[in-house]
Nanobody, 124 residues
Framework: QVQLVESGGGLVQAGGSLRLSCVAS????????MGWFRQAPGKEREFVAS????????YYADSVKGRFTISRDDAKNTVYLQMNSLKPEDTAVYYC?????????????????WGQGTQVTVSS
């Protein structure tokens, strides 16, 4: 099993920044990639960004490209999501996820491990 704990959410004004963190524990050696997803009220959970543990290949949703940056700290088993130029439409619960897969990382069905989520609210 892999346990994931997110932190860093909060309330911020439009144009502001937040950094989310996700600490992984347990059988982390069984995972190859980490992802961030978000779910707004009444909407499906959607892909935001992903990163491979090895190589650091990153992928982003079009809606966040140029504003969000995903990164990792291997020594701390931690993945970060730096969110800049936040917009009200970024408001959602943000979830961290882990997978042993190396392809299909934009699909939530590829991730068996999930954190509890952290709320991000962007006011206009």
């Amino acid at each position: 099993q892999v346990q994931l704990v997110e932190s860093g959410g909060g309330l911020v004004q439009a144009g502001g920044s937040l950094r989310l963190s996700c600490v992984a524990s347990g059988r982390t050696f069984s995972t190859n990639a980490m992802g961030w997803f978000r779910q707004a009220p009444g909407k499906e959970r959607e892909f935001v960004a992903s990163i491979n543990w090895s190589g650091g290949n990153t992928y982003y949703a079009d809606s966040v490209k140029g504003r969000f940056t995903i990164s990792r700290d291997d020594a701390k088993n931690t993945v970060y999501l730096q969110m800049n130029s936040l917009k009200p439409e970024d408001t959602a619960v943000y979830y961290c996820a882990a997978t042993s897969r190396v392809v299909g990382l934009k699909s939530r069905s590829m991730y068996p491990y999930w954190g509890q989520g952290t709320q991000v609210t962007v006011s206009s």
